[in-house]
């Protein structure tokens, strides 16, 4: 029999993910925030990982990019340049895409739509935006000339982009779109065209089908009065 704590795991990462989001600006203007950041972010998807599979091979995958995604980062700090830096967000955007695919094959499998289900839904789309966020960086880190921003970012400062690009993912990700920062380069272009409509078919056809299940599976357990 599954624990109410394993029943609500997703309620768990869904928290812990967004207290990352808020924690981010925090911790990267610190010496060693992005590393902070990144462990800090590693520990909570491994935790998700094991909550979300009875599959320990997905557990050791998980632990071991996790892993893999630490070291690179540390390089990125002590050994700063386009090399390393290319290296740690690539991996970091690999790791985020495992926990996303993941979690999303949980979301679509077969079985009753909980309340958890959705939750795992939600964390997926959090993935999402941050893995763009990664994709982004190390494209305006290739091309200087991809994004157009109001307050570019000093040579070097990668955490400073990654909070710019981490801003523009999700904006573009939910179709806001204020125009502060805009893509110039047609692979920038073309990255934003792919989020904006991944971001749209997600929340219509996978977030509105599992909460129209969820709510025809209540009504369905509800007992009928004559």
């Given at each position: 029999m599954r624990t109410p704590i394993f029943r609500s795991r997703h309620l768990i990462l869904l928290v812990a993910l967004l207290v990352l989001v808020i924690a981010g600006p925090m911790l990267v203007p610190f010496r060693h925030g992005i590393l902070i950041l990144n462990i800090l972010g590693a520990i909570v998807l491994v935790s998700g990982s094991y909550a979300i599979s009875d599959r320990k091979n997905?557990?050791?995958?998980?632990?071991?990019?996790?892993?893999?995604?630490?070291?690179?980062?540390?390089?990125?700090i002590v050994f700063p340049g386009l090399v390393t830096m290319v290296t740690a967000q690539s991996f970091g955007a690999a790791l985020l895409g495992f926990f996303a695919i993941t979690i999303l094959a949980y979301t679509v499998g077969n079985g009753r739509v909980t309340s958890?289900?959705?939750?795992?839904?939600?964390?997926?789309?959090?993935?999402?935006?941050?893995?763009?966020?990664?994709?982004?960086?190390?494209?305006?880190?290739?091309?200087?000339?991809?994004f157009s921003v109001p307050t570019p970012v000093?040579?070097?400062?990668?955490?400073?982009?990654?909070?710019?690009?981490?801003?523009?993912?999700?904006?573009?990700?939910?179709?806001?779109?204020?125009?502060?920062?805009?893509?110039?380069?047609?692979?920038?272009?073309?990255?934003?065209?792919?989020?904006?409509?991944?971001?749209?078919?997600?929340?219509?056809?996978?977030?509105?089908?599992?909460?129209?299940?969820?709510?025809?599976?209540?009504?369905?357990?509800?007992?009928?009065r004559d």
């Open positions: 997905l557990f050791v995958i998980g632990i071991a990019l996790s892993i893999i995604s630490i070291i690179a980062t540390s390089l990125m958890d289900r959705i939750y795992a839904a939600i964390c997926a789309y959090l993935l999402i935006g941050y893995g763009w966020a990664f994709a982004y960086a190390i494209l305006d880190e290739l091309q200087p000339d991809a000093a040579p070097g400062d990668f955490a400073g982009r990654l909070m710019q690009m981490r801003y523009f993912s999700f904006i573009t990700l939910a179709t806001v779109g204020y125009g502060d920062i805009v893509p110039r380069s047609s692979g920038a272009r073309t990255m934003v065209i792919l989020e904006a409509i991944l971001g749209q078919f997600y929340l219509v056809a996978l977030i509105g089908r599992l909460v129209g299940l969820h709510i025809v599976h209540g009504t369905a357990d509800t007992p009928r």
